[in-house]
């Protein structure tokens, strides 16, 4: 996720500029709760990642790719398909998306920006609706690449719109409650000796591995709308001549 994070910083700066990236960066770390202290980590993650050279780009690309590379193993668990070179194809089938996270990223940090206006007039219903729904609409794109691509899955294109955006709303909404979690005032080091970096990356591994879970289940509910709609049509086309002797 840090290297995903630190090339979409990169490529929106390229894309606007670093002081903009850094400017509205700054504007969604005013939304985010102090108590864990969120926003200081958002503002260091978008000084490291609109200050990145070309080597540390580079860099960052390689433990980048190894996330292609454990969702096409982790979802090729759940289907009949033999593949070869799992980890290369997973590989390199994520790497064209990062292209695309400049434009997930800056329209992102413009609605963050637009939820700071709406706060500070005092819509909450507001601020949480443009959220959510910004959210979702960003997670479309990597969820569709992820599954129709990376995957490897053989599914329709009704199936996969359908059970993309299922997943994207309820990944969109989790992540409010993650928002909702870091408002918490907890001590994240006190099962850790006091050590509270062990507590917070013990904490968002724990999200992580709920949002991934999230990610599996709305696959399986994909697949599952993916057969019943080809035994629709296979019923569908047989109709008549399917009763003949």
Do not use: K, N
């Amino acid at each position: 996720m840090v290297p995903l994070l630190l090339v979409a910083f990169s490529l929106t700066a390229l894309l606007t500029s670093a002081e903009r990236v850094r400017e509205l960066s700054d504007r969604l770390a005013q939304l985010l709760p102090p108590e864990l202290g969120a926003p200081g980590a958002l503002r260091t993650l978008a000084e490291a990642g609109t200050g990145l050279d070309l080597l540390g780009f580079v860099l960052a690309l390689v433990p980048l790719s190894f996330y292609g590379e454990g969702l096409r193993r982790a979802l090729l668990r759940f289907t009949p398909r033999q593949d070869r070179l799992t980890g290369w194809r997973g590989r390199l089938l994520a790497l064209p998306l990062v292209l695309a996270t400049p434009l997930l990223m800056y329209p992102l940090l413009l609605a963050a920006s637009a939820m700071v206006d709406l706060t500070e007039q005092g819509s909450a219903l507001g601020t949480v609706a443009v959220g959510y729904y910004s959210v979702l609409f960003a997670l479309t794109v990597p969820l569709l690449w992820g599954f129709g691509v990376v995957a490897a899955g053989d599914l329709r294109w009704p199936a996969l719109v359908s059970g993309v955006l299922f997943t994207a709303a309820c990944l969109s909404g989790f992540l409010q409650g993650f928002a909702i979690f870091l408002a918490l005032p907890l001590a994240l080091g006190a099962p850790f000796g006091g050590l509270t970096v062990v507590g917070a990356v013990v904490a968002i591994s724990l999200w992580l591995f709920l949002l991934h879970l999230v990610v599996i289940a709305g696959w399986l509910l994909t697949q599952s709308l993916d057969g019943r709609l080809r035994r629709g049509a296979q019923s569908s086309s047989g109709g008549p001549e399917s009763d003949r002797p």
